[in-house]
């Protein structure tokens, strides 16, 4: 009687199923099958087996741009956190009217594209229109500088992309915890801050590791910011995706460095769910 009552709930899956199958393993194969793909001296390729490409993988520059990838995502996750967390927490303890407010100027946030992010802060950053200007002005510094391209400008340019993303991530968990619990705490004499470390973020300890995960994989994933605000050593796997794709026409070599791009993130993820989820 339970299977029969089950039924139509698995049947409701099928629809996103069908579509996952799609626009995802469809695209995914045909990547996976580029990646082993035997080039020709013309710049075309034929479908084969050639691990060619997934060895010239193996070389130092390209070790060191996967592992700068995923170290610089792993740093605006946790910066991201570090801003958003402290917020969504204040947040939920303002009136609806007040809530409603912020969260329509947070959603608003996520409408900027990437492109537009980076090229406003590439003005935010320059020598005759940005911060560097300014602070010549108030007489801080004796002559203007600009701050980009630099890792510092991509970083920060990425944990503000990152952050509204963070903030609505958290506000679920944070808006439904339970209030008895930071009231007892505050009762047995446990102050403000020390209630905020041994009670809100250890309740939310799940919000926050899915957070940080989306956060590392939608930043991973990032091209025009890091392009546009760093230097060729700042660049991230996505962006030598697209430079081998794109410029030099070496579809294979591309598609070899995505599924490594792949696997890179899905091991942080498994990684990540494994040590650092619910005991």
Not at 23 to 40: D, K
Not at 57 to 74: D, P
Not at 157 to 177: E, H, K, T
Not at 237 to 262: E, G, K, R
């Amino acid at each position: 009687m339970t299977n029969n009552k089950s039924l139509p709930q698995y049947l409701t899956l099928i629809p996103s199923s069908v579509m996952i199958g799609i626009f995802f393993m469809i695209p995914f194969a045909l990547i996976l099958a580029a990646s082993v793909a035997v080039q020709t001296p013309e710049g075309d390729f034929n479908y084969g087996f050639d691990l060619a490409h997934f060895e010239r993988f193996l070389t130092w520059f390209y070790i060191e741009r996967a592992l700068f990838s995923a170290g610089i995502c792993a740093l605006i996750a946790a910066l991201s956190l570090l801003i958003a967390f402290p917020f969504t927490y204040m947040l939920t303890r303002f009136n609806e009217r007040a809530k409603t407010l912020w969260l329509i100027y947070i959603l608003a946030q996520l409408s900027l594209s990437e492109v537009l992010i980076a090229f406003s802060w590439q003005v935010l950053f320059s020598r005759t229109a940005g911060i560097g200007n300014i602070l010549e002005f108030v007489g801080i510094v004796e002559k203007s500088f600009a701050m980009a391209p630099s890792a510092g400008a991509v970083i920060a340019a990425l944990v503000y992309l990152a952050v509204p993303f963070a903030i609505l991530l958290l506000y679920p968990a944070l808006s439904r915890m339970d209030r008895s619990l930071i009231e007892a705490a505050r009762t047995l004499g446990t102050s403000t801050i020390g209630t905020f470390f041994k009670i809100v973020i250890p309740v939310n300890r799940s919000a926050l590791v899915s957070s940080s995960v989306t956060i590392f994989v939608l930043t991973l994933g990032a091209i025009i910011v890091p392009q546009v605000l760093g230097k060729p050593e700042h660049w991230t796997l996505s962006v030598l995706i697209t430079d081998q794709a794109i410029f030099n026409f070496n579809l294979p070599f591309a598609s070899a460095l995505a599924v490594v791009l792949l696997i890179l993130s899905g091991s942080v993820v498994a990684a990540v769910m494994k040590f650092g989820g619910e005991k």
